[in-house]
């Protein structure tokens, strides 16, 4: 072999080398970016919370991977039904509002608004923990009520008062009263309404934190 012929197998060795280098790092990269990529995408971190961001047909599709109950189940660990939240309230006076778009279109409504006079008892719709009392702009005096296997939050808005004595941290009862029907917060004054969301969440998640919104319509319907 003489000198020219030994430096050529040298620079194709370093070019094949180098080569093999590109294409093996390129996959790795690409990999790690996907997997970055689905972490980012999770649902629990990417789903709406009741009071912010609008909700897309990606979010629901990966909602429904989910391998913990579907929105079919019923929110309770104990399988039971759930109760309409305001009293007097029949299956057949409710309407479906969860796909309303609100906002201006900007959001999803993701609850159900049931109608009914002003100072009509809300009850619990199913047994929980009062975890938070909260007053906001646009839900009025708010409730979050937290099942008993942490993984879904029922959240009961505009009411007109709190049950007397209610405070954080209360167990309630199923029909347990929780306050009353009314319209504080941005509901119409003449509409007095109760809005109920069913979350489902995660047992480390705070109230606040994104969570997956079930159309509690079907679940107060069915089989009535
Ligand atoms: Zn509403």
Do not use: C
């Not at 040298?10 to 390129?26: C, D, L, P, Q, R």
């Not at 029949?90 to 609100?102: A, N």
Request: charged share 20%; no cysteine.
């Amino acid at each position: 072999m003489n000198l020219v012929d030994r430096i050529l197998t040298i620079v194709i060795t370093a070019t094949i080398t180098s080569a093999i280098w590109i294409v093996a790092g390129g996959t790795l990269i690409e990999n790690a970016s996907s997997e970055s990529q689905r972490k980012n995408t999770r649902p629990a971190e990417a789903a709406p919370s009741p009071v912010a961001v609008p909700t897309d047909g990606e979010t629901d599709a990966s909602a429904a991977s989910l391998d913990r109950a579907g929105p079919t189940a019923p929110a309770d660990s104990d399988g039971r039904q759930l109760l309409i939240p305001v009293k007097n309230i029949r299956p057949s006076d409710l309407t479906d509002t969860f796909s309303d778009s609100r906002s201006e279109g900007v959001r999803l409504h993701e609850a159900i608004d049931i109608m009914a006079p002003r100072g009509t008892s809300v009850v619990a719709a199913g047994p929980g923990t009062v975890e938070k009392l909260f007053r906001s702009d646009a839900g009025g005096n708010t409730i979050y009520v937290r099942s008993p296997d942490g993984e879904t939050i029922h959240y009961y808005a505009h009411l007109d008062r709190y049950a007397e004595g209610l405070k954080e941290g209360q167990r309630v009862r199923r029909g347990q009263r929780l306050g009353t029907v009314g319209s504080s917060g941005n509901a119409s004054d003449e509409a007095p309404h109760l809005h109920f969301a069913i979350l489902q969440t995660t047992q480390d998640a705070e109230w606040w934190e994104p969570a997956n919104a079930v159309n509690p319509f079907p679940l107060l319907t069915a089989g009535r």
